[in-house]
């Protein structure tokens, strides 16, 4: 053996210390050779008992040592019984066991990488050579020299080296290592500058402060089976979609004990399994979203900043936790859906920035590579290696965690290479001369066709606030292959319009009605999300103006119309309670509102909502389809009432070109008052000759109305209006929204409507 081999050992300099330690094969003899810097002597003692223990010979001043072993042909099982200053242990040596990873197996920038990563890289529990051990593996192909380091080894980088592959790949097999052991990265860069990183593919990680990465091992089983196939062949496109938007660490919190309404713990994943889930059953979504999940050091970064992006957070439990939850979901009839956040990632100095000592993750040019006015990194997406990653990350939620899809955080950062700049010097054209990031639309395009070929049924939401054309367009005609776009647009102009007070709002009556202009450029979904409720943003109900009633009445008609507006459904957990106060994510939503009445209300009006919702097909079927839509008065601006009709496919599958002749199909009518005052005698045109009934109204007393309504139907007039044949004559509530649907193919709901109207007119 070469002295250089060991000298490089000895300085930490070895890219392939299995060439050196461990058995080897010389000279007609079986070397056992370890390196123990900190041994006073080293005896071997083999598994065999008809081998004897064998001293070794320390051949290198480093703490390099040896024994040769005579007439035995091949390798064998053994324990190294080291004598310290310490006192003695008994181990397996890590350098007896072959290489985890044959050279060149496994390429990060491979075409196969995306399912092979999670599977290669990090660290996984296994046999070798009948041995309990762990196999590590990172990527880090800047770096001199790589260590795993842990209580295993007491942290000491010198004790388990890792082997380099051609692909800059380093890994090893420590024996005896088990699920729960602590571990980092020890990398030496090219410049000799020495790291401590966490490791980017593990998957459990130390509850913060702390933040070594976990050796974790999947027990659970999931009974999602039939949920799962029935995914996959559903259209997402064409199902209702109605989401509870969720920040599991400020949900509910458990009691603190002895300290009245403190803040308390976490609820856990498993006890959210029960509560949240109950809960959200209950009323009515079909969906839950939770905030990001990943492991992330800040609480005050809700998830968004990263560090690790194949490990589900400890704060609320251990990664099967997770998978409990989202199994129990799924038997409750409950998707779930996933914040994931590819944007960026934090600089904390133990994780993915500079990783190896040299960019890695993040793009080599400041202009490119960091967010200024978020203070992070930006992922390089030019390179093929970390496109992988992070699509393999997004695999990783859907095959290991069965969740349903992912809502992709901050789109528009990545699509634009000025994103944030405040200079032209901030930021540099691409190749043609534009702003737009073309290695992050490719990325986009790959995550999209990967998911999509994969897990059929699962969804990939955007959060992309710009006029980007084609965002769920698919990727074969050059979209970026979303399901939905978030419809900020709406959004703003909808809370806009509700915080005006009602005697200014016919000056502004487009803000409710421009948003059809645009309604079907795109797959769209309607978000009241977690960032409309905090730095100073005010709650919903706190954005809404005049008195108490008014405030309420104003919230229940903001929800009506976005129930009633084409588009997917999100509410951010709080918005159904009537928070009074911003979002705080150190405390519990207020639940205590539940005990007055118009607070309750709220909740009921939500869960009505949904069910009449989730009933008729024409408030979902369509909703990608001018043919779905059509407005029976958008100009009335002067008494600030909107209203329209919502269609469904006809019995055929077909869609009519022109809604206002359909004679076929339950429509559904909406009518909008956004004043104080009501609307007595108010005619609009309907699509048929019949009877209407009023499944919702959310002036009812039962929601906290003051009980203005039909009385539960209103008849058919031939009357002609607003370009149908017939009409009916309403009074429209003050500050409401009613739902209507033709008689005749009406199978009443049970909401809070009709058992008032039935009491009304009992009292009539």
Excluded at 602 to 628: T, V
Aim: hydrophobic letters at 40%; glycine letters at 10%.
């Amino acid at each position: 053996m070469d002295a250089t081999d060991f000298d490089r050992i000895t300085a930490g300099e070895s890219t392939d210390p299995h060439r050196s330690l461990g058995p080897h094969r010389e000279d007609g003899r079986l070397i056992v050779r370890a390196f123990r810097p900190e041994a006073l002597s080293i005896v071997v003692r083999p598994d065999d008992p008809n081998l004897k223990p064998r001293v070794m010979a320390r051949v290198h001043p480093g703490g390099i040592f040896q024994v040769a072993f005579e007439g035995v042909e091949g390798p064998f099982p053994y324990r190294l019984e080291v004598r310290s200053s310490r006192g003695t242990t008994i181990g397996r040596d890590a350098y007896a066991f072959p290489p985890s990873l044959v050279e060149g197996e496994f390429d990060p920038a491979g075409e196969g990488a995306l399912r092979e990563l999670p599977r290669r890289l990090g660290a996984h529990v296994g046999e070798v050579q009948g041995v309990l051990g762990t196999a590590f593996a990172v990527w880090a192909p800047a770096a001199r020299r790589v260590s795993v380091v842990g209580d295993f080894n007491r942290w000491d980088g010198k004790r388990h080296a890792m082997r380099r592959t051609k692909h800059g790949v380093w890994e090893i097999f420590v024996p005896d290592v088990r699920a729960g052991a602590t571990y980092k990265y020890e990398i030496k860069t090219a410049s000799g500058l020495v790291l401590m990183k966490s490791d980017p593919v593990a998957f459990s990680a130390e509850l913060r402060p702390s933040h070594a990465s976990k050796v974790a091992e999947r027990s659970f089983v999931f009974t999602d089976k039939d949920w799962l196939a029935a995914r996959r062949l559903a259209d997402p496109h064409v199902r209702p979609m109605s989401i509870y938007e969720v920040h599991l660490g400020s949900w509910r919190r458990k009691r603190a004990p002895g300290k009245g309404d403190g803040p308390g713990a976490w609820l856990s994943y498993r006890e959210l399994a029960d509560e949240l889930v109950d809960y959200v059953v209950s009323l009515g979504f079909t969906h839950v979203e939770l905030l990001p999940v990943m492991e992330h050091p800040f609480d005050g970064s809700w998830g968004y900043q990263v560090t690790g992006y194949f490990a589900a957070t400890s704060r609320f439990g251990h990664p099967d936790d997770l998978r409990y939850f989202v199994d129990r979901c799924h038997a409750r009839g409950l998707g779930v859906l996933l914040d994931w956040p590819p944007a960026h990632f934090p600089k904390d100095a133990f994780a993915l920035g500079r990783f190896d000592g040299e960019p890695l993750y993040e793009h080599a040019d400041p202009r490119r590579g960091e967010h200024r006015e978020w203070r992070t990194f930006v992922f390089d997406y030019g390179k093929k290696e970390v496109r992988n990653f992070l699509i393999a990350s997004a695999l990783y939620w859907l095959d290991e965690f069965h969740v349903d899809g992912l809502r992709v955080d901050a789109v528009a950062s990545m699509l634009y290479l000025d994103y944030g700049a405040k200079h032209p010097d901030e930021w540099e054209p691409n190749e043609f001369g534009g702003r737009e990031n073309l290695d992050a639309v490719r990325f986009l395009r790959e995550l999209s066709d990967a998911v999509h070929h994969d897990f059929p049924g699962a969804v990939l939401c955007a959060e992309e606030s710009t006029t980007w054309p084609g965002v769920t367009r698919p990727t074969y005609v050059g979209g970026l292959g979303f399901d939905f776009k978030w419809n900020m647009g709406w959004m703003h102009d909808t809370l806009d319009y509700f915080a005006l007070d009602p005697i200014f709002r016919a000056f502004h009556h487009t803000k409710i009605t421009f948003g059809l202009m645009y309604a079907f450029s795109e797959r769209f979904l309607l978000p009241l999300s977690h960032d409309e409720v905090v730095h100073l943003k005010r709650a919903l109900l706190s954005k809404m103006p005049g008195d108490r009633w008014k405030q309420h009445a104003n919230l229940r008609a903001l929800y009506a119309m976005m129930w009633a507006h084409p588009g997917k459904k999100l509410v951010f957990m709080g918005g159904e309670l009537g928070q009074w106060r911003e979002w705080n994510h150190d405390r519990a939503l207020d639940w205590e509102l539940l005990g007055e009445e118009d607070h309750a209300g709220l909740s009921r009006l939500l869960r009505d909502l949904n069910g009449i919702y989730r009933k008729y097909e024409a408030l979902w079927e369509l909703d990608e389809s001018p043919a779905g839509f059509t407005w029976i008065d958008a100009n009335d601006a002067i008494q600030s009432v909107a209203s329209f009709v919502r269609f469904p496919r006809q019995p055929d599958g077909s869609e009519e070109p022109c809604p206002k002749r359909i004679q076929k199909g339950i429509f559904v009518v909406f009518v909008g008052n956004f004043t104080p005052l009501p609307r007595y005698g108010y005619r609009v045109g309907v699509p048929r000759r019949c009877r209407y009934i009023e499944v919702l109204n959310t002036d009812a007393r039962v929601y906290g109305g003051s009980g203005v309504g039909n009385l539960g139907s209103v008849d058919c007039e031939e009357v002609p209006s607003h370009g149908f044949e017939q009409s009916i004559v309403l009074t429209v509530p003050p500050l409401a929204g009613v739902f209507l649907v033709p008689e005749l193919e009406e199978d009443p709901v049970e909401v809070g409507v009709e058992a008032e109207a039935g009491a009304e007119a009992e009292a009539g």
